[in-house]
Every structure is written in C-alpha cells, then in structure tokens.
Nanobody, 124 residues
Framework: QAQLVESGGGLVQAGGSLRLSCSAS????????MGWFRQAPGKERDFVAH????????RSAESVKGRFSISRDNAKNTVYLQMNSLKPEDTAVYYC?????????????????WGQGTQVTVSS
C-alpha cells in the first residue's frame, strides 16, 4: 500500500512557477503509474497529468499542456509537477495519486492511492 505526501504548494502571482513534489513510501513505487489531479472550490476533482512507471510515457490535460510537466525519480520515490505560466484558474488543491494499472484512463476511478493534497493559489 502506497502512502503519498505532497509538498511545494503556495501562493504565486500569475505568470509565475511552482514545482510540486509527491513522496511515496514503499518499495513498489517504481511499479506505479503516478498522477496529479486538482480540485478547485466547488468543483470536481480533475485530471492534470500522469506518468508511467518508467517515466517514458506522460499524458496531460489540454488545459495545462505546454505549461505543466510531470516527471519522476524512482531512486527517490518522488514524482514532480512543474507548473509554469500559472493562471488564476490553476488555483486548486493538487493531489498526487498512484495506481498499479500500467496505463490507466485519466480518471479518478483509475487510481488506488491518494495524498492529502497541497494548496496552490495563483493571484491575478
């Protein structure tokens, strides 16, 4: 069972950057597909990006393509979300998630383990 802890959130001005990190416990990290989701106030939790166990495959939501990038370091049991050119509409709680599925559909139900989330606030 994976335990996930996100960090790196905060307050940033529009156009700025943040890098989120998600540290995972357990020896099975390198076997998991890892994902990032976000939930804005009053809205559903949405897919942001995910990355295959090897790091060779990534997928991102249209809303963040060209601005956000996902990566992982299996030696450190950590997955990252680099967020550039941030917009006020990126404001949300960002969640890290893990699944044993090799290449899941980018939805909530595909993921088995979740972190507690980290707040990202982008001011205009």
């Amino acid at each position: 069972q994976a335990q996930l802890v996100e960090s790196g959130g905060g307050l940033v001005q529009a156009g700025g950057s943040l890098r989120l990190s998600c540290s995972a416990s357990g020896r099975s990290f390198r076997s998991y597909t890892m994902g990032w989701f976000r939930q804005a106030p009053g809205k559903e939790r949405d897919f942001v990006a995910h990355i295959s166990w090897s790091g060779g495959l990534t997928r991102s939501a249209e809303s963040v393509k060209g601005r956000f990038s996902i990566s992982r370091d299996n030696a450190k049991n950590t997955v990252y979300l680099q967020m550039n050119s941030l917009k006020p509409e990126d404001t949300a709680v960002y969640y890290c998630a893990a699944t044993r599925s090799d290449w899941p559909t980018p939805g909530l139900r595909s993921y088995d383990y979740w972190g507690q989330g980290t707040q990202v606030t982008v001011s205009s």
